[in-house]
């Protein structure tokens, strides 16, 4: 039977609570996990299909309840500032989000939670990284993304979906996979039995159930004016984000105490400048924010995405190195980052606007063995066009070319704005792959 309908929050509290006695006493999981940059999109993909999912389980699931789980320790949750300025509109708080931290430790994790006791439906990405992708790849039995399908998922998922297509959002794909659920379930919300007394003032479950609808339906609307620029990204924009910021907006425009505030834009700029407020942030924490790694051969890949322009970590260096400005800090900042993170191929990828409004690009690579550096001079020769790579100099018009100590980096505008690391990634890793293979000589 499926769980009973409740609020996002009392959802939560619950799936944390049942992983936990899951774990203990060695029952089944299905897990939804969201990919390891942690994104608004991974986790309200997460959550969103979790909630729906667990309300009404197909009947041949693995388990009735589906975890989200946000995937990054609970620390990184502070490093994001526009999940806990959308966290008020669902009342819920950064304790209720399940996260990596409640799986058992990465060094037991395979005998307290058993690969065969597991399902795993991948949400924002299509192949299983890490520990985790080492241990449990072959468990994952259903995705939903919009990403390069990595052919990692097999193609007959049972009855969990297969969903890999082109979106700005990938929330806006599990909407559009759960509405006919959700609509099932908003109709008989009044049967539940699990709306009563819930403390909203309301007078009957039909609006508990609306509250709770429009809550959840902001979490999700929230990623997807984010990853479209509020629709207004041309290169982003599809038809599952019109739709589904559509068939949201209405959830919430259909909720008594939400219609006559909600304003969408109003909602995007909120979430947004929260999303672009990281000045507080130290550089480490900017640099590992938003990071993905890959493995290519024996190298190590890591992009780290970045919503303020080189300038901005530079001054962020100094600022923290307690040196003039424009001197090299940051390089000491990002080597660091690099060793820590023990790369050998390292790229930022910069969003911003230009003092004339324009959305605007910044890319650096950096290759820090000789392997790495015929990967990274293949890139730029390859994605030159494709990116628009263009020469990027400083402020003072110095050009940021430097090969030295076994090194290579580069910078450059990246004048094709409309490719963000779901396009770089692969490129690099093609790269990669390439160089490893022999086929380029430096
Ligand atoms: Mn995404």
Redesign the pocket.
């Known amino acids: 039977m499926a769980i009973p309908r409740h609020s996002l929050r009392g959802f939560l509290a619950y799936a944390k609570g049942a992983l936990r006695s899951s774990i203990d006493s060695s029952q089944r999981v299905t897990l939804v996990i969201g990919?390891e940059s942690a994104?608004l999109?991974?986790m309200t993909?997460s959550v969103l299909y979790a909630y729906l999912r667990s309300m009404a389980p197909p009947h041949n699931a693995f388990t009735q309840l589906y975890i989200p789980v946000t995937n990054i320790p609970s620390s990184g949750l502070r490093l994001r500032p526009e999940f806990l300025a959308l966290f008020t509109y669902a009342n819920i708080e950064p304790s209720h989000l399940i996260t990596l931290d409640d799986l058992p430790d990465l060094s037991v994790i395979q005998s307290k939670l058993r690969p065969e006791n597991t399902r795993w439906i991948l949400v924002?990405h299509n192949a299983l990284q890490g520990q985790l992708g080492q241990i449990y790849s072959a468990r994952v039995e259903g995705v939903i993304d919009?990403?390069e399908d990595e052919s990692k998922v097999p193609e007959d998922t049972g009855c969990e979906p297969r969903v890999i297509t082109k979106s700005g959002?990938?929330t806006s794909l599990v909407t559009e996979y759960c509405r006919e659920v959700w609509d099932l379930l908003s109709g008989s919300g009044t049967s539940s039995g699990a709306a009563h007394g819930q403390g909203h003032g309301l007078s009957d479950d039909v609006a508990v159930v609306k509250f709770w609808d429009a809550q959840i339906a902001q979490l999700g609307l929230a990623s997807i004016l984010i990853?479209t620029a509020n629709l207004e990204s041309e290169d982003k924009t599809t038809e599952h984000d019109i739709r589904a910021v559509e068939y949201l907006e209405a959830k919430i425009i259909s909720c008594p105490q939400l219609s006559a505030e909600f304003d969408r834009s109003l909602f995007y700029k909120r979430i947004d400048s929260a999303k672009k407020d990281i000045a507080k942030l130290k550089l480490h924490d900017i640099l590992r924010k938003d990071f993905k790694q890959w493995n290519e051969g024996n190298q190590k890949l890591g992009i780290s995405s970045v919503v303020k322009p080189i300038e901005f970590i530079q001054k962020k260096a100094c600022e923290e190195a307690n040196t003039q400005p424009f001197e090299p800090a940051h390089l000491e900042a990002l080597q660091k980052f690099c060793k820590d993170q023990d790369l050998d191929l390292y790229a930022v990828m910069t969003t911003s606007t230009s003092p004339e409004g324009q959305f605007q690009r910044e890319l650096l690579v950096w290759a820090f063995n000789d392997d790495a550096i015929s990967a990274a001079k293949k890139f730029a020769a390859d994605a030159n066009e494709e990116l628009g790579l263009e020469e990027w100099c400083d402020s003072d018009g110095n050009a940021h070319e430097n090969s030295s100590d076994g090194h290579w980096r580069k910078v450059w505008w990246q004048r094709k704005v409309q490719h963000s690391r779901k396009r770089v990634a692969p490129l690099l890793r093609e790269a990669m792959q390439q160089a490893h293979n022999g086929g380029w000589a430096t």
């Open positions: 990919n994104d999109d991974s993909s924002d919009h990403h959002s990938c990853d």
